[in-house]
């Protein structure tokens, strides 16, 4: 059975809202029913249910401000993920990491726009994503002080501002290991790192394993 129009509706209402809990909520509900047959494999009809899932939270995410292409993007690395999964208990566990990432890339696109520092600083780091980023370096080029550009940060992404820095490098790195065959030290360098070590501390931080680790699951040969 397909689900009923005004529950996909409402969910999307609140992910264009960057509402996660209500969003979270129409979400199980849905699941609680008997899922379409997409395919006549049960693995890849789950696998063809998710990605319309994730098209439908891409929509709401554009609907809710985010710009077009970063949201395409974080769908395509799901769909990837999607892909890359073999068992039915991990995809079920991905549709929720999905929801919860698509939301808050409306609740950081709000916060952005509701403070111009805030949105300048992440313009920065966007910009100097190759490099080596510091707060002190940010803080001078902003004409801001530390302590004041490190409270507004936080204060409106929800995380600091080394660990946005971080997640956003990694997520970028995310890309290439998935992708490419390039050397993780070429990885690493192109994303500011200047040892290994220290990448892959910091991506098993943020994406609770190594790269090298990453690349054997995800890879898309």
């Known amino acids: 059975m397909h689900p009923p ?9 609140h992910i264009a809202l960057g509402e996660l809990e209500p969003a979270r909520v129409i979400l199980k509900e849905i699941n609680r029913r008997t899922r379409a047959r997409l395919a006549g494999d049960v693995l890849r009809s ?3 249910s ?3 899932s994730c098209t439908i939270f891409t ?3 554009i609907e809710g401000g985010v710009d ?7 769908s395509d690395a799901s769909i990837k993920e999607i892909e890359a999964s073999r068992e039915q208990e991990e995809l079920g566990r991905l549709e929720l ?6 939301v808050n890339l409306v609740r950081r696109h709000v916060a952005e726009r509701r403070n111009v520092l805030v949105w300048r600083a992440v313009k920065y780091i966007q910009t100097r994503i190759d490099r080596e980023i510091s707060l002190q370096e940010a803080a001078r080029e902003l004409g801001v002080s530390e302590q004041h550009l490190s409270s507004q940060f936080s204060k409106a992404m929800g995380e600091s501002f080394v660990d946005y820095v971080q997640r956003v490098k990694v997520e970028e790195a995310q890309y ?3 992708s490419t065959k390039l050397d993780i030290m070429r990885i690493a360098q192109m994303f500011g790192f200047s040892y290994q070590a220290y990448f892959s501390r910091v ?3 943020v994406a609770g394993l190594t790269p090298s680790e990453y690349r054997r699951r995800y890879f898309q040969a």
Do not use: P
Request: positive net charge; aromatic residues 14%.
């Open 5 to 13: 129009y005004l529950l996909e509706r409402r969910m999307s209402e």
């Open 46 to 48: 789950l696998k063809n």
């Open 50 to 52: 998710l990605i319309a």
């Open 59 to 61: 929509r709401a995410a």
């Open 68 to 74: 077009a292409e970063i949201a395409f993007t974080l």
């Open 97 to 102: 990491r999905m929801l919860e990432d698509f």
């Open 176 to 178: 290439y290991l998935r």
């Open 203 to 205: 991506f098993r931080k």
